[in-house]
């Protein structure tokens, strides 16, 4: 069974810094692109960042690039997502697929999330 469990969330200032982690199991790692997407309230499901297998190949959203970080550590089965310089409308659910920007949004498996907000 694919399984994917996202870490990191909380509340954080603008202008802060947080590193969500997500661990999967049930597949092999390695293998597969991995993305980041995210879910502000009230809409549709965006997708920030995914990153190669082997982690040589990286994609950023506009809404992201220069601020935010995808990295993965294969020997771990755990993808990170580095968010810096935080703005109000990076509030979202934050969650970790497996597949990059290509694969169908129905067809993404998806973890539980882990609840962003940044707020003063």
């Known amino acids: 069974e694919v399984r994917l469990v996202e870490s990191g969330g909380g509340l954080v200032q603008p202008g802060g810094s947080l590193r969500l982690s997500c661990v999967a199991s049930?597949?092999?790692?390695?293998?597969?692109?991995m993305s980041w997407v995210r879910q502000a309230p009230g809409k549709g499901l965006e997708r920030i960042s995914d990153?190669?297998?082997?982690?040589?190949?990286?994609y950023y959203a506009d809404s992201v690039k220069g601020r935010f970080t995808i990295s993965r550590d294969n020997a771990k089965n755990t993808l990170y997502l580095q968010l810096n310089s935080l703005k109000s409308e990076d509030t979202a659910m934050y969650y970790c697929a497996r597949g990059n920007r290509y694969v169908p949004t129905a067809s993404l498996i998806r973890g539980q999330g882990t609840q962003v907000t940044v707020s003063s």
């Open positions: 990153i190669s297998g082997d982690g040589d190949s990286t």
């Open positions: 049930g597949f092999t790692f390695s293998i597969y692109p």
